[in-house]
């Protein structure tokens, strides 16, 4: 089955404990990006890459890194969490980058930091 | 920059109702693609549709369709005969373009639609 995936799907951490959460997508696709979801902030950004060993950052790069060693593997890295990191995760996948192409997301990962 | 609206942020109704879930955009380029997800309650999204603008043919699916209209800048989501199962937030979102190669979507607030047994 076609899928991204993700895990945790839930985390409950202290402040400033190295953390990661893996994502890995099985359809073989070149772009993979997470996104934040907030309270009325919606969805946004936070890094994307558009193949192996390329990463940039998007809208909310702060706190974050990111590494794309593998085609199929996207991990999400906070070195220090913080309380303002508390949020819903979603890594996301496309055949490419281009805006023609349809994001698919995972299934999401619900962190706490206190 | 684009955005994308979505007026209406709580809707009920009862099983079997007609609903539609509202999208309003703005966007300077001349082609773009629109695109509607699905929020159930057990969080994940789930990718409903994409439309291409220079498209403008309506489409349904089973109990769900769109209507698109380039000249309000719209893309509404209808679903017919409402069930319990459709009980989710649903996002409208627009694809943009940062640069070659790569691009983000770019979501309204979402609409949380829940139907009453």
């Known amino acids: 089955e076609a899928q991204v995936t993700q895990n945790p799907r839930y985390l409950i951490t202290v402040t400033g404990k190295k953390l990661t959460v893996t994502c890995s997508q099985n359809?073989?696709?070149?772009?993979m990006s997470w996104y934040r979801q907030d309270p009325g902030l919606g969805l946004r950004q936070i890094y994307y890459?558009?193949?192996?060993?390329?990463?940039d950052k998007g809208d909310v790069p702060e706190g974050y890194k990111v590494s794309r060693k593998e085609k199929r593997n996207f991990p999400l890295i906070l070195e220090s969490p913080s309380p303002n990191q508390t949020s819903l995760y979603f890594c996301?996948?496309?055949?490419?980058?281009?805006?023609?192409?349809?994001?698919?997301f995972g299934p999401g990962t619900r962190l706490t930091v206190l | 920059a684009q955005k994308v609206t979505q007026a209406q942020t709580e809707i009920s109704v009862v099983e079997k109702e007609d609903v539609t879930l509202d999208c309003v955009y703005e966007?300077?380029?001349?082609?773009?693609?629109l695109f509607w997800y699905k929020q159930p309650p057990s969080g994940e999204l789930v990718f409903l549709i994409r439309?291409?603008?220079?498209?403008?043919q309506n489409e349904i699916s089973g109990r769900y369709s769109w209507n698109f209209q380039k000249s309000t800048s719209s893309f509404n989501f209808t679903i017919t005969a409402s069930q319990v199962v459709d009980s989710a937030v649903y996002f409208c979102?627009?694809?943009?373009?940062?640069?070659?190669?790569?691009?983000?979507?770019?979501f309204g607030q979402g609409t949380r639609l829940t139907i009453n047994p």
């Open positions: 979102a627009l694809s943009e373009f940062i640069i070659q190669g790569a691009q983000k979507l770019v």
């Open positions: 966007t300077r380029d001349t082609t773009y693609y």
């Open positions: 890459s558009m193949n192996v060993e390329v990463t």
């Open positions: 996301a996948s496309s055949l490419s980058g281009s805006r023609t192409d349809t994001q698919y």
């Open positions: 439309r291409n603008s220079f498209d403008e």
């Open positions: 359809m073989n696709h070149e772009y």
